[in-house]
């Protein structure tokens, strides 16, 4: 039996229906050492499509499109029961109902179909990825452990600079309390070990008395621990007396609340640092790797609406997510032997997209002169005929962002007279957080959140970016209109998105975000398809594309890459442009500036 199905998956001129395909597949590729090579149809990933906000277990989805009554509790009373005849129904039903759903959703499938090909097609890559895994270099890997756990041992005793001296006072009566209880001790006992020189009612408020010090003593921490909810938040909402966040009306010390309070409290700042490096720690430097060493990933291609793909560790419980990894862990990722990694990023993808749907003057007229997209908007932001590109290269050399005083030395030096600049970036980085934010229509109060704003200068900002590219104001009133009325969203790839929410701002939001990211989610998956033999898929990160190549790769070869990457848009000819960055590991990826240099990085 085992033989006659690995024939049959391993021929490519065979059809196989299946409810989440990635997991089966990489699963029996594992397990029985062999290439699946069947044509899949996957019901959880054509439902995705179709239905995005709606759950897309099998038990769901055959609730919603077949007449079958719930059987999904068969497999767990089989295996207690140990009835054969109900496991082989149960295992019939699912298989029936997964081909009955399938000829559902084909029939609903039309608009959707170009999508759900392409990404079918890029099932035998991901699955490849996962098997061949990402070279990790122990030692460096170790280093960067030594360092994260020194950092952490830094940033913990800043923070006991901070609080312990609060602490110690609010502990010191309940200490004192507990010291005087403990040295009379002896002498309030007899030898049978009763308490008898004091009437009834004074030795029941002495305990009385020490219950509550011991009580006090457990809620109030010799050590504040950031990685606690329960002692960041007494410290902030009971000790400092600051009115509480809450999420679905509780208390909350979560990400968005210690942003906000970090814009008063230093040590939310370093609490903010500490949970960052604990949680690098324990997802990328502590976690445990499959016996060879290597770092493997399962991809989930159908993750998002846009069709940006995700990851995560594997299904047997090593490695983890590739997407977004941090600068601090990027050096211990490697190239295998004999090869080379190279990183092709599309440059300022959001932006450009929202410059063509909103055919704001500004931003067409930037394109068409190839101007840099910061340096424009910090010119329309802060003032015309500025050093701004000298200022934000000053500011990165001096590691001077936050730095206020530092940043106005510069300036100074600079003889710069910016208006209402920012107080604690360079004037391009600020216009550069801007312009990756606020096409997408982030509030004032976001936009101050995410970047520990005040809100004064976050409004400044936000007021004066949508006065400079008024054409945003238009492609807004448009999507929403469009949301409204046809209840769907088509992007510049294709891809459709079909709204089955009420109308409402954050449903707007994404839906602007849709419009951004999945032209560039498309592109970088059509971009994979392209890797010719040899050239090994690593990661799919946003606006990028991470393969390694052999050592000595012709330059030309990458063309095809690119050129799959940078797809023309309207009668215009529309196409974004990409930067080529080259390495041994991703931490020392160096930017090719030409073709000769490109070849060179490339040997």
Not at 163 to 183: D, F, G, H, N
Not at 333 to 353: H, M, N, P, T
Request: hydrophobic residues 40%; proline residues 5%; positive net charge.
């Amino acid at each position: 039996m085992k033989r006659a199905l690995v024939d049959y998956l391993s021929n490519p001129d065979n059809r196989v229906i299946i409810h989440n395909g990635m997991f089966d597949s990489i699963q029996l590729e594992r397990a029985w050492k062999f290439t699946w090579r069947a044509q899949i149809e996957d019901t959880m990933l054509l439902f995705r499509l179709i239905y995005p906000e709606l759950e897309a277990r099998l038990s769901n989805v055959a609730s919603l499109l077949t007449w079958e009554p719930f059987w999904k509790m068969d497999s767990k009373l089989a295996s207690a029961t140990g009835d054969l005849q109900l496991a082989l129904s149960y295992g019939a039903k699912d298989a029936s109902v997964t081909f009955e759903c399938y000829l559902r959703l084909m029939e609903r499938a039309g608009p959707f179909l170009p999508s759900y090909r392409s990404t079918l097609a890029l099932y035998s890559k991901l699955r490849e990825s996962t098997h061949r895994g990402f070279c990790i270099d122990p030692g460096v890997r170790n280093d960067l452990d030594k360092a994260a756990q020194g950092k952490l041992d830094e940033l913990e005793a800043q923070l006991d600079e901070l609080t312990q001296a609060k602490l110690a006072c609010l502990r010191a009566p309940q200490e004192a309390v507990l010291k005087v209880y403990q040295e009379n001790l002896a002498a309030l006992k007899e030898k049978d070990g009763k308490l008898w020189k004091y009437p009834i009612e004074n030795r029941r408020a002495g305990s009385k008395l020490v219950t509550q010090a011991k009580k006090a003593l457990a809620g109030a921490p010799a050590k504040l621990n950031a990685n606690s909810p329960i002692h960041v938040a007494w410290w902030f909402y009971r000790v400092l007396r600051v009115p509480p966040y809450k999420k679905d009306g509780k208390e909350t010390v979560g990400a968005n609340a210690l942003r906000r309070l970090a814009t008063r409290f230093p040590e939310a700042r370093l609490i903010e640092e500490i949970r960052h490096l604990s949680k690098l720690r324990s997802n990328y430097l502590q976690n445990p790797l499959d016996p060879d060493g290597r770092w493997r990933a399962c991809w989930k291609p159908a993750g998002t609406t846009t069709g940006r793909l995700s990851s995560e560790a594997t299904y047997w419980e090593t490695g983890g997510p590739l997407q977004n990894l941090a600068a601090h862990v990027r050096p211990m990722f490697r190239s295998d032997k004999g090869k080379k990694i190279v990183s092709i990023d599309l440059q300022g993808a959001e932006w450009w997209i929202a410059t063509f749907l909103s055919r704001d003057a500004k931003r067409l007229a930037a394109y068409t002169r190839g101007l840099d997209p910061h340096l424009l908007t910090a010119e329309l932001l802060f003032g015309p005929n500025e050093p701004y590109a000298l200022e934000d290269k000053r500011v990165k050399e001096a590691n001077a962002e936050g730095n206020q005083e530092e940043i106005k030395a510069i300036r100074a030096t600079l003889r710069m007279n910016p208006r209402n600049p920012p107080a604690s970036w360079s004037c391009r980085q600020a216009a550069k957080k801007a312009n990756h934010a606020l096409d997408r229509m982030e509030g004032i109060d976001g936009f101050a959140l995410v970047n520990y704003l005040p809100r004064a200068e976050a409004k400044r900002i936000y007021d004066a970016y949508l006065e400079a590219y008024p054409g945003i104001k238009e492609w807004w009133a448009e999507t929403a209109y469009r949301i409204k009325h046809s209840h769907s969203l088509t992007a510049l790839s294709g891809r459709r998105w079909n709204i089955l929410q009420a109308y409402s701002g954050s449903l707007l939001r994404d839906g602007l975000a849709f419009l951004l990211q999945a032209p560039v989610a498309d592109a970088v998956s059509k971009a994979i398809l392209t890797l010719p033999e040899g050239f090994d898929f690593l990661i799919h990160e946003h606006d990028k594309l991470v393969f390694q190549v052999p050592v000595g790769t012709p330059a030309l070869l990458l063309l095809p890459i690119i050129e799959a990457m940078t797809p023309s848009y309207g009668p215009e000819g529309f196409r974004l442009k990409v930067d080529v960055s080259i390495g041994d590991s991703l931490g020392s990826l160096a930017k090719a500036k030409n073709e000769d240099e490109l070849g060179r990085l490339l040997n």
